[in-house]
């Protein structure tokens, strides 16, 4: 037998130990059994494979076969107690040592990820503070990279074609009644679902608040009428109301909205219409069913309003604006009654104050009037 045989044979034995030790316990029977022959014969003669042992080299050989077998049963012994616990406590230990080694190597990989992570981040920030410098090879200041990051780049939701409709009527000679109706679809960009707050708030004149009336507001499957809003005080003659509507909005879906009420608003007045969230379109439209008042809209926007006047119906006007706006982008929208243009002594001189560009035209502060803003935070 080769040495590779010999240590292929060893190392077979060595990993089946119960076998091996029923080997070791066969053999030890085996020299006690010669050993015992001895003993029980009464002719001091041993035959074993051929050869016939007598006189004291007899002797000497039982008393090895007693030696022999005796060592071979302590051995077997050893190995099914002693060594068998030892083999436990080996395995324990490992298992331990294993089970520390992977602690410490999971331990040593999740700071390696942390601080891949931290670099990681430290350098898209750096990336991002930088982005249009790069593309555009503008140095755009961090404060305005700051702002359009938190009302545009994180944004979670952005209109749709989103269309104001008023109906403008005569109520008394200062005062005018205003319908108006919001219609729009937001979407949610972000990846994952998020509250969407429709909220719409509005100034009231207190001696006729009983003609400002929330009918409808509606969100996807919500929706309230006859409203109560929140009141809350503004100053001796005017106070603000306000009303929320939360709809949660899965991640890429859809939800139209809706807006409906009434309010009051001076016969000679202004309107500001401006978007709080990035609006791909948005639509004006008025009606003025007894053609009492003359209308302007001017797009506060980078390009002019189109107007889409006159049309099939002369009672309707409407504007647009083609482009996406961002948040605090709308329309400056004023009307006038046409009688008092009309009692003017130089009506010319009235349409031409009228019309004037924004640049122009004093502030609502500077004029001394209350503004009417129709706010809609969503």
């Not at 359009?148 to 109520?171: A, H, T």
Request: aromatic share 8%.
């Amino acid at each position: 037998m080769t040495t590779n045989a010999r240590k292929t044979a060893l190392d077979w034995l060595l990993n089946r130990p119960i076998l091996t030790n029923l080997l070791i316990l066969g053999m030890a029977f085996i020299v006690l059994g010669l050993y015992a022959r001895y003993e029980a014969t009464a002719d001091p003669a041993i035959s074993f494979v051929g050869l016939t042992i007598t006189g004291p080299f007899l002797h000497a050989t039982a008393i090895l076969c007693r030696e022999v077998g005796f060592a071979l049963l302590v051995a077997v012994t050893l190995n099914f107690s002693i060594e068998a616990f030892n083999r436990r406590r080996h395995a324990r230990e490992k298992e331990l040592l294993l089970t520390t080694l992977d602690e410490a190597h999971g331990a040593q990989q999740q700071r390696l990820i942390d601080s891949l992570d931290s670099r990681h981040k430290t350098h898209l920030e750096n990336v991002n503070s930088k982005i249009f410098q790069v593309l555009y090879q503008r140095n755009v200041p961090e404060v305005i990279f700051r702002e359009v990051e938190n009302q545009l780049l994180r944004c979670q939701f952005v209109r749709e074609k989103s269309q104001y409709s008023y109906l403008i009527e005569r109520i008394d000679p200062a005062y005018v009644s205003m319908n108006v109706s919001h219609r729009y679809t937001v979407e949610n960009i972000s990846s994952g679902t998020a509250e969407y707050e429709l909220q719409i708030g509005f100034d009231v004149i207190k001696v006729l608040a009983s003609k400002y009336t929330i009918k409808r507001i509606r969100a996807g499957g919500k929706e309230i009428h006859d409203i109560k809003p929140e009141v809350s005080s503004k100053s001796e003659t005017h106070e603000w109301w306000q009303v929320r509507l939360n709809v949660p909005i899965k991640s890429g879906e859809l939800v139209h909205c809706e807006i409906e009420y009434a309010r009051v608003s001076p016969a000679n007045g202004k309107e500001v219409i401006c978007t709080l969230m990035p609006s791909k379109e948005l639509i004006l439209e008025v009606t003025d069913p007894k053609h009492e008042f003359s209308f302007r809209a001017m797009a506060l926007y980078p390009r002019p309003e189109i107007d889409h006047a006159p049309g099939n119906n002369p009672f309707l006007h409407r504007w647009s604006i083609d482009g996406s706006l961002f948040p605090g982008q709308g329309f400056l929208f004023d009307w006038m009654p046409k009688q008092s243009m009309n009692e003017s002594s130089d009506a010319d001189v009235v349409v031409k104050k009228l019309l004037t560009t924004a640049e122009n035209s004093p502030t609502l502060e500077a004029t001394g009037e209350e503004p009417m803003r129709d706010i809609v935070k969503n």
